[in-house]
Nanobody, 120 residues
Framework: QVQLMESGGGLVQAGGSPTLSCIVS????????MGWYREALGKQRELVAF???????YYADSVKGRFTTSRDNAKNAVSLQMNSLKPEDTAVYYC??????????????WGQGAQVTVSS
């Protein structure tokens, strides 16, 4: 059983720099890459940033240069440092982990979501 537990978020002023954190509990050997999605009201869930198992990272164009994701393999954790927040960054942010292929692990895993609201 794998669970992802998020922390951070809340109400932030535009230009603020909060950090989201996500810790894996359970069988961490099922975890491959880890990253962050977000879902704004009335919009589809979108990939924001991702740490691939090989070490490379991905950022959506909308957050490139403002957000930084990092993974701590020793702690089975991933974080999302968000800088220069804009009102359009308001969304529920979800921690995501890709599952290792095979029958033992799920295809992927999700955190419960953390609301980030940016006030102008």
């Amino acid at each position: 059983q794998v669970q992802l537990m998020e922390s951070g978020g809340g109400l932030v002023q535009a230009g603020g720099s909060p950090t989201l954190s996500c810790i894996v509990s359970g069988d961490s050997t099922c975890i491959s890459g880890m990253g962050w999605y977000r879902e704004a009201l009335g919009k589809q869930r979108e990939l924001v940033a991702f740490n691939f198992r090989g070490g490379s990272t991905y950022y959506a164009d909308s957050v490139k240069g403002r957000f930084t994701t990092s993974r701590d393999n020793a702690k089975n954790a991933v974080s999302l440092q968000m800088n220069s927040l804009k009102p359009e960054d308001t969304a529920v942010y979800y921690c995501n982990a890709g599952g290792v292929p095979g029958v033992r692990c799920q295809h992927d895993y999700w955190g419960q979501g953390a609301q980030v609201t940016v006030s102008s």
